[in-house]
């Protein structure tokens, strides 16, 4: 509904992530007052965590559903 009924563009959904991305990194630098390269080590990690997290319940909602129906 923010974008109306049409797909966003993949420059601004690039644009919106990358904001987002570097927020955190930001955020995080400020939260944690660390250096560069362990804010960058720590945000990585995070990152890497996440993606992990996500596949992995992601699988598990495919696989429930086709259990389910």
């Known amino acids: 509904m923010l974008f109306g009924f ?3 563009s993949p420059e601004l959904v690039l644009l919106i992530v990358g904001l987002f991305m570097g927020y955190l990194f930001l955020a995080m630098r400020t939260v944690y007052n ?3 390269v362990k804010t960058f080590l720590k ?3 995070l990152n890497f965590c996440y ?7 992601a699988i598990l909602t495919i696989l429930i559903s086709f259990v389910l129906f």
């Open 6 to 8: 049409r797909s966003p």
């Open 34 to 36: 660390q250096g560069w």
């Open 43 to 45: 945000f990585m990690l």
């Open 51 to 57: 993606i992990i997290l996500v596949s992995i319940f």
